[in-house]
């Protein structure tokens, strides 16, 4: 059974740091493209990062970049998002998603999801 979950997430304060971790079971992890979104209530899923099968240049909008950084270890078939100076705005779900093809910002072409893990940035 193909299957995505999602951990790590929880309550920080504004500065702080959290790692999440997708951990996949059912298939090999390696082989697809990762990537991390995020939905705030009321608001629309939003790409946060991604990283290909080759593991070249993870992209990052521009909300996030210099502050979260996508790490994929394939012997754990996990990749994981590490989150430093998080801020009030970063409160969201966070989802990881993966496609068999190269990285994209639209979620929508993503294959398989996890189930989310909600991140509270909030003094």
């Known amino acids: 059974q193909v299957q995505l979950v999602e951990s790590g997430g929880g309550l920080v304060q504004p500065g702080g740091s959290l790692r999440l971790s997708c951990a996949a079971s059912?298939?090999?992890?390696?082989?697809?493209?990762v990537g991390w979104f995020r939905q705030a209530p009321g608001k629309e899923r939003e790409g946060v990062s991604c990283i290909s099968s080759s593991i070249t240049n993870p992209s990052y909008p521009d909300s996030v970049k210099g502050r979260f950084t996508i790490i994929r270890d394939n012997a754990k078939n996990t990749v994981y998002l590490q989150m430093n100076s998080l801020k009030p705005e970063d409160t969201a779900v966070y989802y990881c998603?993966?496609?068999?093809?190269?990285?994209?910002?639209?979620?929508?072409?993503?294959?398989?999801w996890g189930q989310g893990t909600q991140v509270t940035v909030s003094s």
């Open positions: 059912g298939f090999t992890l390696a082989s697809y493209a």
């Open positions: 998603a993966t496609r068999p093809y190269g990285c994209t910002s639209v979620a929508g072409l993503y294959r398989y």
